[in-house]
Structure formats: structure tokens, C-alpha cells
């Protein structure tokens, strides 16, 4: 069956040949508009797909409702012919139009040709993916748009071999019969990010077709530098499908051969649609006529005579030869196909353009109204008009020119009150709001199902309530998450059939199958785009990576694709994935990571969950799984065979996120931390308490949020004093959580004593438990920080020790 399918001959009819050509002319002058308004200062900078209008109108053609693109920032003329885009979109995204009404993609969040099918509705809610063409959320990082395309493509074989997501995919598949069509530029096919996706494609074997459009240049080096052979299907000829075993189809074509072109993606397409092999589409020859982007000319590094190449072998120009050569049409009739075309691309950015302006004009006009009063109303009538003279001046102004002139009244009229002064506070703080909608808004959920409405249940004990292992409450947990749930799954190093290296997954394989709990290689950037991909497409993966100091590999992944997600869509896409991992303290310099502060940098968008014990944990995980934001769970790595009680209610327990616990209460000093450092903080505090010294202990329980009610202000206005310690570097988590409680809550109101910071070392732990005594806070540094406190309030009382 399958070489049937693949051996159909296609059959061309004017109608489409003419459409499929006006559609290239239309993207190719869109193009040069785009170089344009940028030089005319109109837009700040500018990216194009000329030269890439055949070949993607060929993968376009290959595409069914349902199916997704995974690109970057050329695929113009795909996102157009599929309908998911108009030309007048497309210039508004060029001029940063914050409104969704006309740039539905990003809200004007990204720069041009960044597409995101909007695939929730007003609340928050899953729209039906199978009626659209879904272009995932482009990243301007090169190859970023890879790991999810495998997720993307991976849910597909989820849903076409698990019977039991038949009741809940109604909106995410037909059949698992969806392709991901993932596109990248030659040069970036040198990052580790696609080398790795091509062998998990291969290994996994699913419905993805990844293009390369190769220009022989990455910016301006030539790929000699760049690529193996100078040729990326020659470099992987041996993940080439055979007798030796699966693998993926590797396609060559030329990106000026309409008839080849349309030939090799119905080939791919439909290798990927029946049969769930993936391939590699290798198109050559592809020209660049405006260079790289509008910040830069292609003629200082190319030659004489590949600049002579890219004029003779414009794909649009071989199309026009076929179609004249074929009969499809004479030159009068695509004479009037490109003048049309010209006509409809300035119509459209013209359009664009008006909107945009118009857009900023009512704000503008009633800051300059409230502007001129106020110079009637002060003595300081002159500077006050000048400012709005300058507003009324301005050339092309945008939103922030309106707030700064207004700030600069303001401040001209600081020792006078009048009627306009008072115009102009409530113009500013209106418009406050607005530009957070425009441009602040959207960086979590704000559904229903967001995780920060979801309700407290506390573990509940009685007399019988046993003590086990930790890792017996994550697995008893975890089983009862997959039994209840088809939609969850796990996958990662060593999670199936030894149940983790921890045994918290174990027997649950066995039970629930290879493709409910899954063994992957050690492949972590990959890992991390199986899951965001898969829940882009409506299912709850968990992801394992293993320990958290190996988190650095999908770093790229995590911070540029998912943390960004929903804010660089303005609230289009989500991707509830849940990372798990271990951290905290054990032996060694790779394996006791706590990179607090790399992760609070980098992942805001994502929830980050510190649990101090397995129990809380599985809260967590019960809190995260019925929500829909994205999180990671940091594990204790030193917790799994410490002994716990089984609450009676583990399944219904929810730990709120951003919520910090009173584990012990005290009167003198307030210490607030998380993670394993509650034990040693726990250990210290008993000590204290030997010296007559109550310390109040909180657990944070999440970093990301934060404290939300402000309930480590409320302790510390009953103690006066506040230590801060964890175990990142000094300068990192404990920096984090003082910046927050003294400049936040203002809890600096309410110290008698200096606050302190306790961190670990500036390096990381050698091995043997001496290196993390040595290395990181313990009891007795704890204890050591506590008691200077109260020897400098009551030196009498709490003599110097040392």
C-alpha cells in the first residue's frame, strides 16, 4: 500500500497553477514592503520569506486541517496560503500592533513573521485544533522550533495507539492522522537542538516532515563552514529508513521546481499522515533576494556570481517560465497577476498602517486636550506647552510617547493642584492598564483551570495512618494520576522499566504501558520537546529530568519556547507541561544542584515548586495537574527513603501554589526557606530552642509564585528579625525571597535586626557528605546566624560564643 500511495502522479490545472503563482508574487512584494517600511522608519525591523514562496506553498498544499506548522521566521507564504494569515496581519504584526484583532498571532509581541494559530478562546479554553491549520508560536532563536515539533508530532502517535484518549481528543486529533511540518534554515541545522530531534524522530518514528531551506549561507557564512559535505541530506544519509532498519525518508529537491517540489511534499506527507515515518526534506538552491533581513546587504559577502545565481534562479522567476513553458498562461496574463499583486500588497500595508496609527490617536488626542487645559490652568503655561507641542509634532508617535509626555507635565505641575492635573493622573493610570493588557498581560493562565484557583486540601492522618518511604507516596500517587487520566503521561531516563532511579515509578509500566510511562535516551533537550509539544495538543505530560543540574541542557527549550509562551502569543497558546526533577542536597559537584537563581531568571511564565517532602509533592502535582499552567516540581534528591505518613485523602490533597506553611511557630526570629533546607533549618531551630530562642520556621513551598497573601510579613512583625536561607548562591534564592518580603511587603518597617542571608558557597559541592557540610548552610550555621542575631539585641542573655 505504501508504494502506491507514494507513486500517484500529480495533475496541475490552471486555476491552481495561476492561484499558487499570484500567491507568490503577492508574498514576494509583501517582502519588499517589509525592507521598505523599515527604512522609512515605519517598523523596527524586518524579516522575509522571499525567495522561499515555491517550496512553501508546496508544503502548504501538502497540509490538512488539523496538521501543524512548527516554524521560524520565513514561512510566510505557508501561514498565508493555509488561510491562518492575512497580508494585512501580516504588516500589523511588522508595526507591532498590540491589538489581537489585527495581529492575532502575537498581539504586536514579536517581531514580523513569528505566527501562533490562537487556539484559545476569550476565557482561556481549548478551541477545536482539528478544524485549523496550527502554526505553533515561532521563536526567533535558531532551531528553538524543533524540540516541540517532535511533541507535536509525537502526540499523533499518542493518539492514534492509546484507545482510551478516544473520549477526551475530540478537539486534538482525527485518528492521530495530524503531520507536523517543521521548517529551519540550512545554517541552524548545524545546533545540537535539530541534530537531536532528527535522531528522536527517528527512534520514535512519528508523523513529522522537517524542511530545510538551504541558501548555502548562514547570514554570511558559507556552509563549507558550516555543514559536513557542505550538505545536510549527504551529512545524514545514514538515519536514510532501510533493510538495516527504520529511520527517515531523506528527500532532496530544487527550490525553483514547482512540479518536484509539490511531488516530494505529497510523498512526505503522506509517508508521515499513513504510515507515522518521518522525513527529511532537503530543498536546494533556495535564493535570498533582499539578503538575510533588513539590517544588513547580501552583497558584502556573496559573490559576483552567486548574486548573478540568486537573479537567474528566483523561484518565482522558474515558475513563471514553467507556467509559461506549459501552457498554464501567456505573459499579458501574469503580467496582470504581478501588477494585481502589487496593487493588494500596498493595499494591505497601507491598511496596516492606518490601523495602527488610528489605534494611538484617541489616547494621543485626549492627552493633548488635557494637556493644553493644564497650560491655562498654570503659571507654568509655557514649558507645559511646549511638551504638548512637541506630542503634536511628533512624526508617526507610538503609545509610550503619550505616557512620557503626560509624565513630564505632571512633573512641571508637581507644586499645583488644578482640574487638569487631576485629568492627566487619571488619564496616566487608564492607560496604565491598557498598555499592561498590550504588553504586560498573558504570562500565565487566566482560565478557569489556572493553578492559582485551585483550593487548599490538607493531608489528613488518623492513628492508623501508616509511615512509609517517600517514594511510596509518589508512586501510590502517580498511580492513581494515571488510572484516573489518559491524558497523562511521563517519559525520561530510566522511568519505565526500572520505575526511575528513585523506584517512585515502579511496577507502574507494567501496569500502564510503555506509552503511559515512558524510557527515553538521554536526550534531555528533546525530552522537554516531546512534552511541550504533546501539551500544546491537549495532553498532561510530565517530563523527568532526571536530576536538576542536567536542567541546563534544555535550558534554550524551557526559557525561549515554554516559559514565553502564553505572554508572546497575548494569551493565544498554552502548554501545560509539568517538569520534574530532583535537586537539593547529595554528594558531588553534579548532582546536589540547587541553581535557584538561574531558574527564577530565565523561567518566569513557568510555576517553580520547591517541596520539602514527598507528600507535598504529590499535592503539588495534584494541584498542577487539574490546572493548566506549565511548572516544575524540584523533588528532595535526599528524600525518597525517608520515612513519611500516607495521608488517608493522598488523591484529593491540593497544595496551593504561592502559599507559604508555618511548619514550626516561635516568638523571637523568623526563618523562611524551602526544599531540603526545612529539615536542617527544623534541626537548628530545635537546638535554638535549647538556648531559650523560638524560631518560627516557613516553608515557602513555591518561588514561582511568590507569597502571594503576604503571610511572611505577618511573622515577622510578630518576631523582628528574618533569616533567609537556602541553598543556591549567596546572591540567588535567598536574595530572591529577602527582595521580596523587605521591598514587596515592606516588611523593613518591622526589624529590630539586620535581615540575613544564608546561602550556600560560591562553588559547587565536592564530593563526600564533608563537601556538602562544608559547602552548603547547615545546622550549625543556621544555628550560628540565629543566635549572633540575639546576642546583639541581648548580649547579657546570649553571650559571644566563638
Known amino acids: 500500500m505504501e508504494n502506491t500511495l507514494l507513486s500517484e502522479v500529480l495533475t496541475f490545472s490552471k486555476e491552481s497553477v495561476l492561484a499558487d503563482y499570484h500567491l507568490a508574487r503577492l508574498s514576494r512584494e509583501c517582502s519588499l514592503l517589509v525592507r521598505k517600511e523599515v527604512f522609512a522608519g515605519r517598523a523596527k525591523f524586518g524579516i522575509y520569506g522571499d525567495g522561499k514562496e515555491m517550496c512553501q506553498i508546496a508544503l502548504a498544499r501538502a497540509m490538512q486541517a488539523g496538521d501543524f506548522v512548527s516554524g521560524y521566521y520565513r514561512d510566510q507564504t505557508i501561514v498565508a496560503a493555509v488561510g491562518d494569515m492575512t497580508w494585512t496581519q501580516y504588516f500589523s504584526q511588522l508595526y507591532g500592533h498590540p491589538d489581537v484583532e489585527f495581529d492575532p498571532h502575537t498581539g504586536g509581541r514579536t517581531m514580523n513573521n513569528h505566527h501562533a494559530t490562537r487556539w484559545l478562546d476569550k476565557d482561556g479554553k481549548w478551541l477545536d485544533q482539528t478544524k485549523l491549520y496550527n502554526s505553533i508560536g515561532g521563536v526567533s532563536s535558531t532551531a528553538g522550533q524543533m524540540p516541540r515539533a517532535v511533541g507535536a508530532a509525537y502526540a499523533s502517535k499518542l493518539y492514534r495507539h492509546l484507545p482510551d484518549l478516544q473520549d ?150 522558474k515558475f513563471r517560465e514553467w507556467i509559461i513553458s506549459e501552457g498554464f498562461a501567456t505573459e499579458e496574463e501574469l503580467q496582470e497577476i504581478d501588477k494585481e499583486a502589487v496593487k493588494e500588497a500596498r493595499r494591505c500595508q497601507k491598511s496596516a498602517w492606518q490601523a495602527y496609527t488610528d489605534s494611538v490617536k484617541p489616547e494621543r488626542e485626549d492627552a493633548l486636550s488635557l494637556m493644553y487645559q493644564a497650560a491655562a490652568e498654570t503659571q507654568n503655561g509655557a514649558e507645559v506647552k511646549a511638551i504638548a507641542e512637541d506630542l503634536r509634532k511628533a512624526v508617526n508617535p507610538i503609545h509610550h510617547e503619550n505616557v512620557v509626555a503626560v509624565r513630564k507635565v505632571l512633573r512641571a505641575l508637581r507644586f499645583e493642584e488644578s482640574p487638569a492635573k487631576q485629568g492627566l493622573r487619571e488619564w496616566l493610570a487608564k492607560t496604565a492598564e491598557l498598555n499592561f493588557e498590550r504588553f504586560d498581560s498573558h504570562q500565565f493562565s487566566i482560565s478557569d483551570e489556572s493553578p492559582l484557583k485551585v483550593q487548599a486540601v490538607e493531608p489528613e492522618y488518623d492513628g492508623s495512618s501508616p509511615s512509609v518511604d517517600g517514594r511510596e507516596i509518589l508512586n501510590k500517587n502517580f498511580d492513581h494520576l494515571f488510572t484516573i487520566d489518559p491524558r497523562i503521561f511521563i517519559l525520561g531516563e530510566d522511568v519505565g522499566k526500572i520505575g526511575d532511579v528513585n523506584q517512585t515509578l515502579a511496577g507502574l509500566q507494567e501496569k500502564h504501558g510503555e506509552l503511559r510511562i515512558t524510557d527515553t535516551g538521554i536526550r534531555e533537550m528533546t525530552i522537554v520537546g516531546q512534552g511541550i509539544g504533546a501539551a500544546m495538543r491537549g495532553l498532561r505530560p510530565i517530563i523527568e529530568i532526571q536530576y536538576l543540574d542536567y536542567i541546563l541542557y534544555p535550558f534554550a527549550t524551557l526559557s525561549d519556547d515554554l516559559a514565553c509562551l502564553q505572554y508572546r502569543t497575548a494569551g493565544g497558546q498554552k502548554a501545560p507541561l509539568i517538569i520534574r526533577t530532583r535537586g537539593h542536597r547529595l554528594e558531588g559537584i553534579w548532582h546536589s544542584g540547587s541553581p535557584m537563581s538561574v531558574l527564577l531568571g530565565g523561567l518566569r511564565g513557568i510555576h517553580l515548586c520547591v517541596p520539602r517532602n514527598m507528600t507535598q509533592a504529590a499535592g503539588m502535582y495534584n494541584t498542577l495537574l487539574n490546572s ?132 550556600a558557597v560560591p562553588h559547587r559541592p565536592a564530593y563526600s557528605s564533608d563537601g556538602d557540610y562544608f559547602s552548603k548552610p547547615n545546622a550549625e550555621n543556621v544555628f550560628d546566624a540565629a543566635y549572633a542575631m540575639m546576642s546583639e539585641f541581648n548580649p547579657q542573655r546570649f553571650p559571644k560564643i566563638y
Open 168 to 317: 477526551v481528543s475530540e478537539k486534538f486529533t482525527r485518528d492521530g492522522n495530524e503531520v507536523c511540518f517543521s521548517t529551519i534554515g540550512d545554517a541552524s541545522t548545524s545546533e545540537g537542538m535539530f541534530l537531536e530531534c532528527i535522531n528522536a524522530a527517528g527512534v520514535l518514528q512519528i508523523p513529522l516532515v522537517m524542511s530545510v531551506w538551504d541558501d548555502g549561507y548562514g547570514i554570511s557564512v558559507p556552509s563549507e563552514y558550516q555543514t559536513t559535505k557542505s550538505s545536510i541530506s549527504k551529512a545524514l544519509a545514514g538515519y536514510q529508513r532501510n533493510e538495516d532498519g527504520a529511520g527517515l525518508e531523506i528527500f532532496t529537491v530544487k527550490a525553483w521546481d514547482y512540479v518536484g517540489l509539490m511531488e516530494t511534499y505529497q510523498k512526505a506527507a503522506t509517508l508521515a499522515r499513513e504510515f507515522h515515518i518521518p522525513s527529511l526534506v532537503h530543498v536546494e538552491e533556495v535564493t535570498q533576494q533582499q539578503g538575510h533581513s533588513a539590517s544588513g546587504s547580501h552583497e558584502r559577502y556573496k559573490s559576483t556570481e552567486r548574486l548573478q545565481f540568486e537573479l537567474d534562479f528566483d523561484c518565482n522567476l
Open 628 to 759: 493548566d499552567d506549565p511548572a516544575i516540581v524540584i523533588e528532595c534528591l535526599n528524600g525518597y527513603r525517608l520515612k513519611e505518613k500516607l495521608p488517608n485523602n493522598l488523591h484529593d490533597m491540593r497544595v496551593p501554589l504561592g502559599v507559604p506553611e508555618v511548619i514550626r511557630e516561635g516568638r523571637d526570629i523568623t526563618i523562611v526557606t524551602y526544599g531540603s533546607m526545612c529539615r536542617i533549618v527544623m534541626e537548628a531551630a530545635r537546638q535554638l530552642e535549647e538556648m531559650d530562642i523560638s524560631v518560627e520556621v516557613i516553608d515557602v513551598q513555591t518561588l514561582l509564585p511568590f507569597d502571594i497573601s503576604h503571610k511572611i510579613v505577618e511573622s515577622i512583625k510578630k518576631t523582628n528579625r528574618v533569616i533567609f536561607a537556602d541553598e543556591d548562591m549567596p546572591g540567588g534564592g535567598s536574595a530572591y525571597m529577602m527582595q521580596h518580603v523587605l521591598d514587596e511587603q515592606n516588611a523593613y518597617r518591622y526589624l529590630d535586626s539586620k535581615p540575613v542571608c544564608l546561602a
